[in-house]
């Protein structure tokens, strides 16, 4: 079990977390935005692009009319 989720850790499967949630927060799914970056930091807890994105999901997600 600890070898498959350090081997999950260092996959790309990271990116593709990010990128969905990037997609969601275009979309203005910010929930789904906010649920996606914690996954891809989850797999890898130093991707900065994450913090950054998840930063702004939460930012966009407070900020709703």
Known sequence: ???RATSLSRSPFFYTTNNLGA???KQGLM???IRE???ALKLRP?????HA???VAYSK????P
């Not at 997600?61 to 709703?64: A, D, Q, S, V």
């Open 1 to 3: 079990i600890i070898r």
């Open 23 to 25: 997609i969601y927060g």
């Open 31 to 33: 929930e789904e935005a």
């Open 37 to 39: 970056f914690k996954v």
């Open 46 to 50: 130093d991707y900065a692009l994450a």
């Open 53 to 55: 994105n998840l930063a």
């Open 61 to 64: 997600h407070n900020n709703k």
